[in-house]
């Protein structure tokens, strides 16, 4: 069957209807749309949308393909996504057209495993165990959180600390702070917990990076945090974790979070 190419844009309803059941990177592509972050391609066959590629300003590459087009168009987007010289770090998507990107690696990649989604509304939010206070990050808490992130991107994604561009960290942390999209717990410039609102909009609000440092675990912050984080947000939440990282995944769940499907991702040495 012949594959049709056109550029993804936000009014594109099929399109939008094939990421707003894709899970967690589905809800990146639609935010990102929205805002006019990025720039896409769809591949139609019969006149009906299969699938289609983002790519973001931060190098990441979303893939989304109707499960029944998975394996057929699989190949046809990985060549797209070459010819457009997209210079991407980070992809998620099905398993058939990230396990091609991967075997055009020149190299190993840092990680290469199986995601699983999480989603939670405010009314079946967990009540917080134990009862704490949560707080926006605030500037006093700017060099706690670089350390949160170089720990959870080593300890998660092996990526070693060294690599990391202080600059670009510490731009990033002042940006979440700024907007209020980082919600912690403990005291300022000492916190235990944190978490990120790494995308929000109509797709939903994408937990990412939550972190409890180590002193601090087996206490049930992370839930807490998380649960109270859903119960605050009038959107969906939705977030994706190391289908192996049952420690994570027990604390998801506690705070009321439920499975809701699965991808690959895959990270770039």
Not at 79 to 97: C, F, K, L, N
Not at 114 to 134: F, H, K, N
Not at 135 to 157: E, I, S, V, W, Y
Request: aromatic share 6%; hydrophobic share 45%; net charge neutral.
């Amino acid at each position: 069957m012949r594959l049709v190419t056109r550029e993804l844009c936000v009014d594109d309803a099929e399109a939008l209807a094939l990421v707003a059941a894709a899970g967690v990177h589905g809800a990146y592509v639609h935010n990102s749309l929205v805002d006019g972050e990025g720039a896409g391609f769809v591949l139609a066959a019969a006149g009906r949308t299969a699938a289609l590629a983002w790519h973001g300003p931060r190098g990441n590459l979303i893939v989304v393909a109707e499960p029944a087009a998975a394996e057929f168009a699989a190949t046809r987007l990985v060549d797209e996504v070459a010819q457009r010289q997209w210079s991407w770090r980070i992809a998620m998507g099905p398993e058939p057209a990230l396990a091609r990107l991967h075997d055009r690696l020149a190299k190993p990649p840092l990680c290469w495993r199986d995601q699983v989604y999480y989603r939670g509304e405010r009314a079946t939010a967990a009540s917080p165990r134990p009862v704490v206070e949560v707080r926006r990050a605030q500037r006093a808490d700017r060099d706690r959180l670089a350390q949160a992130t170089l720990a959870l991107n080593h300890g998660d994604l092996n990526v070693d600390p060294a690599r990391v561009d202080r600059r670009w960290l510490r731009d990033s942390v002042d940006e979440r702070i700024a907007k209020g999209d980082t919600l912690v717990i403990g005291p300022p410039g000492a916190f235990w917990c944190k978490l990120d609102h790494g995308s929000r909009g109509p797709g939903g609000v994408v937990i990412e990076g939550v972190f409890t440092f180590p002193e601090h675990r087996g206490q049930g912050l992370a839930s807490a945090l998380v649960a109270a984080s859903i119960a605050e947000c009038g959107e969906p939440s939705i977030l994706h974790v190391s289908r192996h990282n049952l420690p994570a995944r027990a604390a998801y769940e506690a705070a009321g979070m439920v499975e809701a499907g699965a991808c690959k991702l895959l990270l770039t040495s």
